[in-house]
């Protein structure tokens, strides 16, 4: 008896990997937390972002999920001190 180990689908489509290094930044921004392209570009190279690299023939670049950045700017806000006012000495 042989059993079909058929592989299986995979669960990422390419189109999810929309967003540009650069308007990646402007959600950061828009957030309160800029940030600059080459931090977004560490980010992903570290897999801080759920990011595909392309080779182009200017470069590497990177196609961010708008997900991950939506992740990564709560995981910023969370771990963040927050500070209402000065507490005097």
Known sequence: MTDDLSR?????DDSEYSL???EAAER????GHPRTTRAIQ???AKGDLDCRRRETQFGVKYMITPTS???H???IEEVRPVTT?????
């Open 20 to 22: 540009s290094v650069d």
């Open 42 to 44: 560490r980010y992903c």
């Open 73 to 75: 700017i709560a995981y």
């Open 85 to 89: 006012s000065r507490e005097p000495s």
């Open 28 to 31: 950061y921004d828009h957030a």
């Open 69 to 71: 950045v939506a992740k």
């Open 8 to 12: 299986q689908v995979a669960t990422t």
